[in-house]
């Protein structure tokens, strides 16, 4: 604890001491007279390896370095909800008070509001035994998310004594708890959390839940469960952040936790912009309301950087264990895999794969497994959903960032640049992507949607291959020669690329569309295909089909058809009908 | 009390090894006085110890193990700021080699930089109108962006900057704040450099430009610093100044390769084509110093260009740099070689602020779902052109047949524009529509239908091009050539 660890030798943002037995693995220290955060990432017995968090200009020899026998972790408590932290969760609009537009080294704010008061609600009474994980008081920490305030992880007893309800500030204790040894606990509005550890849970539940996003090729095509995984790799200008935007706003998940890792500092004030002005068509309240944001843009310390998706899932699973279903949105995790390679070639550590350490599957894993839908230690149930965009260098994705996602994640959304290119947003590959909870998942899409939703995406899905295996031909031959059924195939799966796989992300109806509409999208299209194939039978040619401009009809019926009014679909078949009805008769 | 250190331990490319130094601070300066009298400047990017490695600017050509006296700066690498540096010229490291003498400082500011909070930004909007077709309608450009040019080597990439700021100023001149160029040149040739000069002398803005030359015979360490100090000055003029500073760099490939140069000497794990792992948040911490913040009326907008090793998109330079940067402009050969200036590829390129920077207020409403249709058809047009190749154009069916019309209408009058040609908006959104018009209707799946009652023309007689003519002022271009 005293200053007589001193720098060694300053490379980059690692930090070395020499000769020194005061520090543990991963414990979070002060470097410098500016005290920059950092940890210690390797020790032996002359050499002990720290990496800072902040720029390391100006450092010298012979600085101290400060231990604070813990490891780096994270403050918990409200406030967190609609405030926006840098990797290592210091928050940024208290930082701008402080210190203005730039972000200046070594500031020491604390990450939560100290002087905020909150309306605490207390709920047990003297004498009730708490176990790890119990609420003890709730508030309402925004106007539509209750933060409830649980019994720290190890910690349990019996309380001893009890505040009344009434304003409190974050560090005042309002439950005294005598724990069996017959210590007294205090417990406060907030507490810390190691960040590279997962919080405890009671037990896993089944992916059997979706998380609906209204986006139609997600929710229908390549689904993803509440507590999932899934994977968003695509080369730049293919819409990754776009995707994972879409999916933050309008997923169902009650808290959203965004973690811009290494990417670019407008769209974070992008995000800070939209999300303030749009309104939560669930609540009525702004998004920031139930959002939470971590901003390490790529100019900002790499360090911080390879700490923020921690910083950002501890921070979920705090939620989660109050019971709330969050979602993390992790852009892009590839630049924290780059963050790991950076510190690793700093270490002179052996590189495996492409320069990458060898250790990058084994993180990927442990990052990718602390999702999950649980039965919390209070007795809810909350989930932690991931989804992390993949940017593979060159749009290569045999590379191992990618690779080693595939195989720890169950969804992959594979961006495409040719879709990109043609500007057919979101431009997930309808080929190369899957979702393995479809077992998990029909049951409950069965249950709420009826049995036809899946026989509508399966067919769907079918119509797209085929068309896929006849571009071959079509790109050797040209479509002129093939035969009217197939050219049908052909059409209707343009109908359904254009009609429902392509979404306007602007459009006030087509941004989010409810899964009964999707399912009705599908069976106006496949109720065309069905009765022109029975035409085409007849031999009718399909060139008079195409004629009654029907699937143009369908390509726009997104817009035309407003998502409240389903009704409309009937018309819209009755009309199809009669249209047909005129060939054949 | 000053200490001059006697000698070096070891050289080693551009990189010597001092012992025994006491009080050395990470990244200080230092001068090293040789015993001709001369002066060499060097910066601190190692210590261990008492044993600090230095990186000396100008090479370490002629130092030997024992006839340097090194002294340490106590500070880190700082650049001398002031308005006056408008007009100036200075070398990559950030001192005046236009013989007008020092400037006088009225701050000198850490090359560095500190990163921008990002609840300081403000969210750029504003569009900067270049009266190129191809930028404004598809890839708009906006104030606070970075947006680079990927190109090859030979191929026009000078010129399209070059008229992007003649164009680009000719816009702002209504606004009340004031207009700034920062350039800087790393690795280019002489006569490149030259042709900037000029050209900037031409449009008359040669008084607002600040230039940083790192020409291809200087060392290539000052080059790791010419952006850095651009971008500092950059960041001087935009945010205390208040100016619209536009900040041209190139070539960012010859940055790359120096800082490969200097990894390398430095005995660092090399990762992607021998690129040093940090690559993507060395150029990070270059591009994200583009922006505006809410202190300030000014802005920093970028255009790095950067020629793209035997046209690929995919090497580590270009790659990193697409997945920072708010879009690019890729320039493709295939066009070049066709005489069509300039030969944006529209495909690839992109512009990622567009969005919230066009239509209603800012262009015209029709803006965004023109730019999607236009997408759309000529991605359209690359489907037909391939099966053309394989079954010939007699054979494709008549759609096909229109949109290979389509797309050699599109090339020759809607990217293809004179050097000193400057479109209005409407003039680039008009043709836009005039283009589409050549299509059938029912083909244009990206626009409504309110939209193509107003603008889709029916009449296709009126649909003549000739109006647009591109041949008036491509004869002058040639003598600005490089």
Known sequence: MTANDVIFGINGPVVTVKNTRSFSMMEMVYVGAARLVGEIIGINDKLTTVQVYEETTGLKPGDPIYGTGAPMNVLLGPGIIDNIFDGIERPLKAIEKESGCFISRGSAVSPLSLEKEWDVTVKVKTGDVLDSGMIYATCPETAIIEHRFLVPPGVSGRVKSVKPNGKYKLMDAIVVLEDERGEEVPLTLCQKWPIRNARPCRNRLPATVPLITGQRVIDTMFPVSKGGTAAIPGGFGTGKTMTQHQLAKWCDADIIVYVGCGERGNEMSQVLDEFSELIDPKSGRPMTDRTVLIANTSNMPVAAREASIYTGLTLAEYYRDMGYHVAIMADSTSRWAEALREISGRLEEMPAEEGFPAYLPSRLSEFYERAGRVDTLCGAEGSVTIIGAVSPQGSDFSEPVTQNTKRFTRCFWALDKSLAYARHYPAINWMNSYSEYFTDLDPWFRENLGEDFIRYRNRVTTILHEESALMEIVKLIGSDVLPDDQKLVIETAKAIRVGFLQQNAFHADDTFVPLEKQKLMMKAILHLYAKARTIIAAAIPISQIMELGLFERLAKMKYDIPNSKPEMFDELIADMDRALDTLTA | ?482
């Not at chain 2, 602020?353 to 209603?360: A, N, P, S, Y």
């Not at chain 2, 029709?366 to 730019?371: I, R, S, V």
């Open chain 2, 1 to 482: 009390m000053i200490l001059d250190y006697v000698g070096v331990k070891e050289i080693n490319g551009s990189l010597i090894v001092l012992d025994h130094v006491d009080n050395a601070s990470f990244e200080e300066m230092v001068d090293i006085r040789l015993d001709d009298g001369t002066y060499r400047h060097g910066r601190i990017v190692q210590i261990d110890g008492d044993r600090v490695v230095v990186q000396v600017f100008e090479g370490t050509r002629s130092i030997s193990l024992d006839n340097t006296r090194t002294r340490l700066k106590a500070h880190p690498m700082e650049l001398a700021l002031s308005p006056e540096i408008m007009g100036r010229v200075f070398s990559g490291a950030g001192r005046p080699i236009d013989g007008l003498g020092e400037v006088y400082p009225e701050k000198m500011a850490n090359v560095n930089g500190t990163p921008m909070n990002p609840v300081s930004r403000v969210y750029p909007r504003n569009y900067i109108n270049t009266g190129i077709s191809t930028i404004d309608t598809l890839m708009t450009l906006i104030r606070g962006q970075k947006l680079p040019i990927f190109s090859g080597s030979g191929m026009k990439h000078n010129e399209l900057a070059v008229q992007i700021v003649r164009q680009a100023k000719i816009a702002d001149e209504g606004g009340d704040n004031k207009f700034g160029i920062v350039f800087a040149a790393m690795g280019v040739k002489n006569d490149v450099a030259d042709y900037f000069r000029r050209s900037f002398d031409q449009s008359g803005v040669l008084s607002r430009v600040v230039m940083f030359l790192n020409l291809a015979n200087d060392p290539i360490i000052e080059r790791i610093l010419t952006p850095k100090c651009a971008l500092t000055a950059a960041e001087y003029l935009a945010f205390e100044c208040n100016m619209h500073v536009l900040v041209i760099m190139t070539d960012m490939t010859s940055y790359a390769e120096a800082l490969r140069e200097f990894s390398s000497s430095k005995g660092e794990i090399p990762g992607r084509k021998g690129f040093p792992g940090y690559l993507y948040s060395d150029l990070a911490a270059l591009y994200e110093r583009a922006g505006m913040i809410k202190d300030s009326k000014g802005s920093v907008t970028q255009i790095p260009i950067l020629t793209m090793p035997n046209d690929d998109i995919t090497h580590p330079v270009p790659d990193l740099t697409g997945y920072i940067t708010e879009g690019q402009i890729v320039l493709d050969r295939q066009l070049e070689g066709s005489g069509y200036y300039p030969p944006v590829s529209v495909l690839p390129s992109l512009s990622r602020l567009m969005k919230d920077g066009i239509g209603e207020g800012y262009t015209r409403a029709d803006h965004q779902p023109l730019a999607n249709q236009l997408f759309a058809s000529y991605a359209r047009v690359q489907d037909a052109r391939s099966l053309a190749s394989v079954i010939g154009e007699e054979e494709l069916s008549p759609v096909d047949k229109k949109y290979m019309e389509f797309g050699k209408l599109f090339e020759q009058y809607f990217v293809n524009q004179g050097y000193h040609e400057n479109r209005t908006i409407e003039q680039s959104l008009d043709l836009g529509w005039k283009l589409l018009s050549t299509l059938p209707r029912a083909e244009l799946d990206r626009v409504d239908d309110a939209l193509l009652d107003k603008y889709y023309i029916e009449d296709k007689d009126s649909l003549n091009f000739n109006t647009f003519s591109t041949d008036a002022d491509t004869g002058d271009s040639s003598d600005d050539d490089v």
